[in-house]
């Protein structure tokens, strides 16, 4: 991926623990910055690796001693932190608000949670591939965030845009659920894209539904669309929900 590596691919590897995921998100970086030397971004790597914590005498009290020295960054989290420095602020935004999906997701959805336009979506998610932050199924054309890079960009979140993410996503996926019904009641070949479209988006509906459900006492978005979600589907829901389940929805939205 880097013909510059010249002769420091086997550190750049050691570094890395020859992991696959570790060291294409460090030739990525690599690749797209063609201004960082390789010679750089290995002690840097080090750096994060193995720095301890501060010990400036000041900020401890007196009679305590030095804190115990930090364990090394996991390899993947390693590289995670530079390749994740190396965005601009705005795309280090986008890039954590996509930890709330926690399955596959198309263009349509990135949009929504970030609320900008879909040329613009288009354009951040191929600079976040270019770094190998997402995946992008060729032949579905869905992207995935990795379950570790879902997790890094969670600890980089705040609460207040964490809480703002899961809310537009819990908002996109109950109009999916009503695009769905919408198109069920057309009948014909519409009825089983309507039903297609459940199938595809199941797991990322039913996490809109738990948050909603889950924040009623909180969030007035959440009580709004957690009353909401039963009725968004209630035609195919007939079809792809367990009755138990459906009580459960509706309980949830009778109390929202």
Known sequence: IVPRIDGQAAKVADLCEHLPLALRLAASALLISADLKVSDYVQRMERLQWAGPASDKAARGPGQSLPAARSPLHPVDAV?????????????????????????????????LWQITPVRTNNALDRLMAYSLIERNRATGRYRLHDLMARFAETRSNDQELTLARQRFSAHYQSVLHEADALYEQGGESLRRG????????RNIQEGQVWAATHVDDDHAARELCNSYPDAGKYVLELRQRPRDRIRWRGAGLTA
């Open 80 to 112: 995670l932190s530079l390749s994740y420095d190396l965005l601009v602020p705005g795309l280090q935004k986008l890039w954590r608000m996509l930890a709330v999906f926690r399955d596959t997701f198309d263009v349509s959805a990135a949009a929504s």
């Open 195 to 202: 039903l297609g479209l459940v199938d595809l988006e199941w």
